[in-house]
């Protein structure tokens, strides 16, 4: 029997909730666009890392090279739509794409194929976060400024220029945060039983969400009931609710790390006969069609996370181009999306 939680609108105002984080450096403002300088080289930063991104052909454009994770989800189908729409020649870009499809061994020849070509600057988004140092060395030895963005790597500060995207375990604990809060808000007593589907197993968008789930449920006498990934797609996430479901485990919060997951989650407790409103649904990204399952009462909050990076990723690279020290680390700003502002959110929420 499914443990019911009756679901009571929180009053909780935003402000007590609000945990958006700042991105955490300066300079980062991506309205400038600051003219190029030609010096190919920058005021290293700390890390000792002095490649800069630059004309080096004389075409008059950056050539970046976009190694991508794959087409996965809505945020990814996001994520690189704006990359395509930013880096044009009429910002002074050209733009060469490449799809891991979710391959992590792909993705590193991808960024190998990318450096025999010469492109002057590089962006990885890794589909996981291991074994990545031998070629961000070549990339570097080549002398071609590597950019990580949208998840993180755990590699030594000197080879890349810089990082941004999401903070994922701060993604996390705003989503446990916004849990202990509504279970407070609702003097709810029953025991919580968590059904956990997991993103890509060994990327910092797992890894961070994963890891702020599993330190706060031994404290809290929460029950992970089941933990499985679901690769971040709507179709996994299905198949792997509905194996869930065989088993018959109680259950009543659902802590699912993306929005397709979520909905394959949704559909496959509607295709069991269960009601999705009878379970807490916590998931992560804030794609527009997830934020309107907020307002409809289907999901109960969203961690955010931005997939729009282009903009802000072309205005790292013009800085550094120009120059500037640019922020080794530099977080997106990111809240959460629940019943109390769901409705303004919608408003600006991406994808569709
Ligand atoms: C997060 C990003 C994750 C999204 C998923 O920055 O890497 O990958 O949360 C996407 O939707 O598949």
Known sequence: MNLKIKKIALALTGAAMSLSFAACSAGTDSSTDPTRGDDSTVAADDSGYNLVPRDSNGDGLITLGFAQVGAESGWRTANTQSYKDYFVEANGFKLVFLDANQDADKQKQDVRDLIAQGVEVIDLAPVTDSGWEPILQEAKDAG???????????????????????????????????????????????????????????????????????????????NVVYQQTGEFTQAKGQEVMESFLQQGKDFNVIYSENDDMTYGAIDALQAAGKDPKEYIIISFDGNKSAVQMVIDGLIDVIAECDPLLGPQVGALINQAAAGQTIAKVTYSQEGFIDSTNAVEKIKTAFGS
């Not at 003097?187 to 890891?211: C, E, F, M, W, Y």
């Open 144 to 222: 071609i400024p590597l950019i990580v963005s949208d998840r993180q790597l755990s590699v030594s500060d000197d080879l890349y220029l810089t990082y941004f995207g999401g903070n994922m375990e701060e993604e996390g604990k705003t989503a446990v945060k916004w849990l202990q809060d509504y279970i407070s808000a609702n003097n709810i007593s029953d025991p919580i039983n968590i059904v956990h589907l997991q993103g890509t197993i060994g990327s910092t968008a797992q890894k961070g969400r994963t890891k702020a789930l599993d330190d706060a449920a031994p404290g809290n006498g929460w």
